[in-house]
């Protein structure tokens, strides 16, 4: 009953702050966007180079895409690839075919390949014999490895949730501090747990929302890879966000205002990005490595790249959520403990 | 002696600052009891433990027979703290709906007892305005009535009529009148010294001592005081004198 009207109450408030919904649902959709243009915009134009012995071949290409150029001498090539002016070498010396890759931006990478294997499909029977020839492919910089939005995508998912649930949580906590509602709510036979409870079940409407939101959006608008199914990784988003929350909450008691609040998204928050997964946790230093066990977003993070680039399903994601859950309980029992500064009982 | 609130020996310290020392009072059912002070004397102090939110740390303090804080007889006190407590996004109506939703009431008897407030208190016309949109004084109406919502057997009310205009007040005082012929127990607190002489009983308190209390009537003859002022001074000045 006391918990049903706190979560009423929360509703209420929150549809009256369009702004904070707005922030919550929107600004990660606008920041996912912007990364996923950043890292795989579908229109990069390919320079390409073309070094051949056979003029007609050379030809040919020029007229099947403008992203191609002949170009006489190849050292001349080699220097225009090193001071990034071309993105690829193609060396066309039948029956031999090799790409020589600039290499640094996964997406020109894409995007040369692309055109490469276009081009060479499209040639004319007159040199038949290079449609079966497969490329051989090297790189100036990087590896075939290096991934884009596909890859940190699912990080970002997470993290973007985390982070914006970890501060509006946080500061409405807060709130109920400073403006004395909080006090006025001690004053009633309203149990510590049962406020606990009440905000995170307040809150998790709304996170349910949200979490629905950003993966619909990163998968249906941002075309990213997604393997697995969509309702695992709503359900370990969910988890996120609810961990996110129950921590807000938490370290809100610690805070006195709403910039002390803020103060703590760089202890908190910054350092999970470095162990969500989104940076290599291998190469880094040993004694490093067991910090990310105890980071919420670690979990998170790993799981729902398993699920998306891997497709896994809840046999391999369900010890993810468990520890999740297992976050979210502790932070929300030792919000009831640090609730009792405030009132003994 | 039917008294309903029975405070015995407490003092209170935050880490090593002592903000209450050694504090006796009963207060009688049906009777409005003021606590008289300045700012920082540790009237709030005070209240908050006999509202149950804080502990005393030593002493004991006892509300309708059950030693404090006992959800169970928070459940029987209506509190207003000094600042006004309201969700300012939410309507007066839906504040109110929260707090009765807190202590239980739904339904009939939920919209029965808002309409029975928000009258009391004058606010039926502003039920549908966001609270952040009341001027200073309609927040604090709208406080008490908050606090009055579940029919409490026990009314604690931390500077009710702070910054509420004379005429206001006037009525806020007729409301607790009317309350306490009703048998409502009411404790409040003030730093206003005529306020202080509408009250049945007075404790006078400075510096975390209750320096004085009795009627306002026998702390200005036994002191032969003319104003509750007078009275206060001269308590004040006996302590300093020791």
Redesign the interface.
């Known amino acids: 009953m006391r918990i049903r009207a706190l979560v009423k109450r929360i509703i209420r408030q929150f549809k009256r702050d369009k702004r904070t919904l707005a922030m919550m649902f929107l600004a990660p959709l606008l920041i996912l966007t912007l990364v996923s243009l950043v890292f795989s915009g579908n229109d990069y134009e390919p320079k390409i180079a073309v070094i051949s012995d056979q003029q007609p071949v050379a030809d040919q290409l020029e007229k099947t895409d403008k992203a191609f150029t002949f170009y006489e001498s190849s050292s001349k090539a080699e220097d225009d690839l090193k001071n990034e002016k071309l993105d690829a070498i193609l060396y066309v010396n039948p029956p031999s075919t090799k790409i020589m890759l600039e290499g640094s931006n996964p997406t020109a990478n894409k995007a040369v390949m692309t055109t490469v294997d276009k081009a060479l499909k499209a040639m004319s029977p007159l040199s038949d014999q290079l449609k079966t020839l497969q490329p051989k492919v090297d790189y100036l910089h990087g590896s075939p490895k290096m991934d884009s939005f596909d890859y940190i995508g699912p990080f970002l998912i997470g993290f973007f949730i985390f982070f914006f649930v970890f501060l509006i949580s946080g500061v409405s906590f807060l709130r109920e501090r400073t403006t004395g509602t909080l006090e006025r709510l001690l004053a009633t036979p309203m149990r510590r747990w049962e406020m606990v409870a009440g905000y995170v079940i307040g809150f998790g409407i709304f996170t349910i929302i949200q979490s629905a939101i950003i993966v619909s959006f990163s998968i249906y608008v941002l075309d990213i890879m997604m393997k697995g199914s969509i309702w695992y990784v709503i359900l370990i988003t969910l988890m996120l966000a609810i961990t996110a929350l129950s921590l807000g909450t938490l370290l809100s008691a610690f805070a006195k205002n709403e910039l002390q609040m803020i103060q703590f998204i760089p202890i908190v928050v910054v350092p999970q990005v470095f162990f969500s997964g989104l940076f290599n946790i291998d190469t880094m230093a040993d004694w490093l490595q067991p910090l990310s066990y105890i980071m919420p977003l670690t979990y998170g993070g790993q799981a729902i790249r398993d699920v998306m680039i891997q497709g896994d399903g809840w046999s391999q994601i369900y010890d993810d959520v468990l520890v999740l859950a297992g976050f979210s309980l502790l932070f929300m029992v030792l919000n009831t403990l640090a609730l009792k500064k405030h009132r003994k009982l | 002696m039917n008294s309903v609130i029975h405070v015995s020996n407490v003092s209170k310290s935050f880490s090593k600052h002592d903000v209450l020392q050694d504090i006796s009072l009963s207060v009688a059912k049906n009777e409005i009891y003021g606590l008289l002070g300045p700012s920082g004397a540790g009237k709030t102090t005070l209240i ?1 433990m006999i ?5 005393p740390t030593s002493g004991k303090i006892t509300v309708l027979d059950t030693t404090m ?4 007889i ?2 029987r ?1 209506g ?1 207003m ?10 309507s007066g109506r ?1 504040n109110l ?3 009765a ?4 009431l ?1 339904g009939a008897k939920q919209r029965e007892r808002i309409e029975q407030t928000a009258a009391l208190v004058n606010l039926t016309d502003f039920l549908k305005k ?1 609270v952040n949109q009341y001027s200073g004084g309609m927040k604090r109406r709208l406080s008490l009535a ?1 606090a009055l919502l579940h029919e409490p057997e026990i009314l604690i009310l931390d500077e009710p009529t702070v910054g509420i205009d004379p005429v206001l007040r006037q009525s806020v005082w007729n409301e607790l009148y009317k309350l306490s012929e009703n048998g409502t127990t009411i404790l409040v607190t003030t730093h206003v010294m005529d306020e202080a002489e509408k009250c049945g009983q007075l404790g006078m308190i400075r510096d975390g001592r209750l320096i004085a209390s009795g009627s306002p009537q026998q702390l200005k003859e036994s002191t032969s005081s003319e104003t509750i002022e007078d009275a206060f001074l001269y308590y004040g000045g006996v302590r300093h004198e020791n």
């Open positions: 908050k509202a149950g939110i804080e502990t804080p006992s959800l169970q928070m459940k006190i509190f703290a000094q600042s006004d407590a309201l969700y300012s996004e939410l839906e709906e929260f707090f939703s807190i202590y239980g739904k966001p908050a």
